[in-house]
T-cell receptor, first 109, second 115 residues
Framework: LAKTTQPISMDSYEGQEVNITCSHNNIATNDYITWYQQFPSQGPRFIIQGYKTKVTNEVASLFIPADRKSSTLSLPRVSLSDTAVYYCLVGENESDMRFGAGTRLTVKP | DVKVTQSSRYLVKRTGEKVFLECVQDMDHENMFWYRQDPGLGLRLIYFSYDVKMKEKGDIPEGYSVSREKKERFSLILESASTNQTSMYLC??????????????FGEGSRLTVL
């Protein structure tokens, strides 16, 4: 199972772009990279998933370099409501993916 | 929208009691999962199921069992609750079948306190 490493916490201000990088040096060929968001007292919520290069949806972008040993979740123009814990997961299927401690993002006014 | 419903948001039980945590999903998903979440540890996988009557151990199955008699329902059972099982328990489901979706749909969680 691929292990992921993320910063424990990050601070930002409203309107800024936030980039959270995840390291996954032992990612396997068939593994995908998936990011989740969790608010207090709620279950995690899927944000975005990718395999290589760049993926963008209405919420975020995911950048994956060619060697796939890391990935960066980019949140454009964050607001206070983006304050949450963000998890990076790597795996071939849902049962392979493991949640680490995540990155606690605090957005300040 | 997929809805994953956990039967109780908050439970308080005594050491040695048998505890049932129920989870129901309404989107005909193949896969269901039980996690526990503790401060600083993230979510840890207890058990998962790919199909009715099928179950697989996750990373921390000790002290737990599961039951999946119907596709939409996945129960977590603590045969004899202990204080170290005080935690937030989260149920999730995913589509399953061929190919990865990677998208887990979570319930709101059940906070269990064992006294």
């Amino acid at each position: 199972l691929a292990k992921t490493t993320q910063p424990i916490s990050m601070d930002s201000y409203e309107g800024q772009e936030v980039n959270i990088t995840c390291s996954h040096n032992n990612i396997a060929t068939n593994d995908y990279i998936t990011w989740y968001q969790q608010f207090p007292s709620q279950g995690p919520r899927f944000i975005i998933q990718g395999y290589k290069t760049k993926v963008t949806n209405e919420v975020a972008s995911l950048f994956i370099p060619a060697d796939r040993k890391s990935s960066t979740l980019s949140l454009p123009r964050v607001s206070l409501s983006d304050t949450a814990v963000y998890y990076c997961l790597v795996g071939e299927n849902e049962s392979d993916m493991r949640f680490g401690a995540g990155t606690r993002l605090t957005v300040k006014p | 929208d997929v809805k994953v419903t956990q039967s109780s948001r908050y439970l308080v039980k005594r050491t040695g009691e048998k505890v049932f945590l129920e989870c129901v999903q309404d989107m005909d998903h193949e896969n269901m999962f039980w996690y526990r979440q503790d401060p600083g540890l993230g979510l840890r996988l207890i058990y998962f199921s790919y199909d009715v009557k099928m179950k697989e151990k996750g990373d921390i199955p000790e002290g737990y069992s599961v039951s999946r008699e119907k596709k939409e329902r996945f129960s977590l059972i603590l045969e004899s609750a202990s204080t170290n099982q005080t935690s937030m328990y989260l149920c999730a489901s995913s589509l399953g079948g061929s190919g990865l979706t990677g998208e887990l749909f979570f319930g709101e969680g059940s906070r269990l306190t064992v006294l």
